[in-house]
């Protein structure tokens, strides 16, 4: 069903709570059950509540079964957003992975961060290229990163991640190894770790369990502590190759037609759009260990916990985004700047202060992560950060929220792109390696989120005013592969 039929038929369930309402919804009160949460900001402020932010790899808007999705169910995802809120218009980082990791980490877009693309690139030692882990740390937090590694596109330096501020690492320091899900190896606090039974396409052990394990023994040990932390359980799935534990995969075979096409350099897979169904199964029972964990540790109440992914889903590997419609309503997928590309599914889930089942249509982005953490942490953010803390957002203070003028992306693929997200507006410009001027698509996004009448004839006004942000947003990148 679509998403608008979803909130008709669970009403009560979400309760929309600030900015334009998406695609008709209006605001429709909680039935729960759940008593009311009245949360003092100015004590949550600096309170050093333990956070972890769990990444999805190219999961698509439409891939929750709560937003619209009828070809699989994400249960423990849809609990999360009734029992949370549903950030309806937040943005990735980028349309590809490594920009877009580099922007929730650093707190910068990419016209002002160093890795504003995929290549072989990594942070810069500090002060450089300072993470929000290095900052958590000043504030007393542990912190950990497993999975696949944010601070590097693709590295060998197996010592990165904790360089940059992250106490605890394991997974994969590259992002190409980190497209196979039998390792043959992965890197622990600067050990390299070796999986004999793996051949990166098949094997023993795979990835997402290990993840899982690791962070489950993290959660164990850090949670009968007194010393908060900081997770970010950056998850494989769904990315391309097409790969997921038969358990997860057999329940889908045989329930979609099937087109299998092996494109973009990964595995072939005869069942591509039921492998997909079983990876974004396999996220939902990621996330669902996770927070039954916190649960058992009897922690839940002092941990926030956010979940999104780093773009929206791609057309690689045998799959397709269409296969499911995992970026509906919106236009375009993966390395595309229209909304299929990089508004995302985005939750945050924090019991007892958080109030249950809102739905929020602030306009946030990855790099707002960074400046809410630090200020839960008790720590100003820093000038060189682009972001605004959306902390009153989640408190369901809307009247306190500080709003953006615009966001910003710049993409180096495909010819280059630049886009502006401008209230209701949106603004797309292509080819710019081509012509570093040129012309400017424009959508109403609110009325329009598809993305499909160009309204830039009738509103010049506009136009040009989004290309001015264009140019004050870019400042030219230090890394020469990042350059129009």
């Known amino acids: 069903?679509?998403?608008n039929q979803f909130f008709k038929t669970h009403k009560g369930l979400i309760k929309v709570v600030t900015g334009i309402s998406l695609l008709g919804f209006t605001g429709?009160?909680?039935s729960t059950g759940a008593e009311s949460v009245t949360s003092d900001i100015d004590a949550i402020r600096g309170s050093k509540p333990n956070i972890i932010f769990i990444l999805a790899d190219d999961m698509g808007y439409n891939d929750l079964s709560i937003n619209g999705q009828s070809n699989f169910r994400t249960p423990a995802l849809d609990?999360?957003?009734t029992e949370g809120i549903f950030l309806a218009d937040h943005y990735a980082g980028s349309t590809v992975c490594a920009p877009s990791r580099a922007a929730l980490l650093t707190g910068q877009h990419t016209g002002h961060v160093y890795q504003r693309g995929n290549g072989m690139i990594e942070f810069r030692p500090d002060p450089l290229d300072i993470t929000i882990a290095t900052r958590l740390q000043n504030a007393g937090y542990h912190t950990a990163m497993i999975g696949k590694s944010g601070v590097g596109c693709n590295s060998d330096n197996a010592t990165l991640p904790n360089d940059k501020g992250f106490d605890h690492f394991f997974g994969f320091l590259a992002h190409r190894a980190a497209h196979r899900f039998y390792p043959e190896q992965l890197t622990r606090n600067g050990e390299t770790i070796s999986y004999p039974g793996n051949d990166g396409h098949t094997g023993e052990l795979y990835s997402g369990d290990l993840f899982l394990d690791d962070a489950l023994n993290y959660?164990?040990?850090?949670?009968s502590t007194d010393q908060p932390f900081?997770?970010?359980l950056a998850i494989q799935q769904p990315h391309a190759d097409l790969s997921v534990p038969e358990e997860f995969r057999q329940p889908f075979i045989g329930q979609f037609e099937e087109n299998p096409h092996s494109f973009g350099g990964y595995r072939h897979e005869d069942h591509p759009a039921a492998t997909y169904a079983a990876m974004i199964t396999y996220v939902d029972h990621t996330v669902r260990r996770v927070l039954q964990k916190l649960r058992e540790l009897g922690i839940e109440g002092n941990t926030l916990v956010i979940f999104s992914s780093d773009n929206g889903s791609y057309s690689e590997g045998g799959y397709h985004y269409s296969m499911h419609d995992s970026n509906a309503p919106f236009r375009g997928g993966k390395r595309d700047l229209y909304d299929g590309g990089i508004r995302v599914p985005t939750i945050a889930w924090w019991p007892g202060t958080i109030e249950p089942g809102l739905?929020?249509?602030h306009i946030s982005a990855f790099w707002d992560f960074a400046p809410t953490a630090l200020e839960l942490a008790?720590?100003?953010v820093p000038e060189e950060m682009d972001g605004i803390s959306y902390l009153p957002t989640l408190l369901n203070r809307s009247d306190q929220q500080p709003q953006h003028q615009y966001l910003?992306?710049?993409?180096?693929?495909r010819g280059g792109r630049q886009a502006i997200r401008y209230g209701e507006w949106k603004g797309i410009r292509l080819d710019i390696r081509q012509d570093r001027y040129g012309p400017i698509e424009l959508y109403n996004i609110v009325d329009d989120p598809g993305e499909t009448n160009n309204l830039a004839e009738q509103h010049p006004d506009i136009v040009a005013r989004i290309a001015a942000f264009m140019e004050e947003a870019h400042e030219p990148a230090e890394f020469e592969g990042f350059r129009f």
């Open 1 to 3: 069903m679509q998403a």
């Open 28 to 30: 429709i009160e909680s």
């Open 79 to 81: 609990r999360m957003v």
């Open 219 to 223: 959660l164990d040990h850090q949670g």
């Open 230 to 232: 900081f997770l970010h």
């Open 359 to 361: 739905r929020s249509n």
């Open 378 to 380: 008790g720590l100003p």
């Open 408 to 413: 910003y992306w710049e993409f180096y693929e």
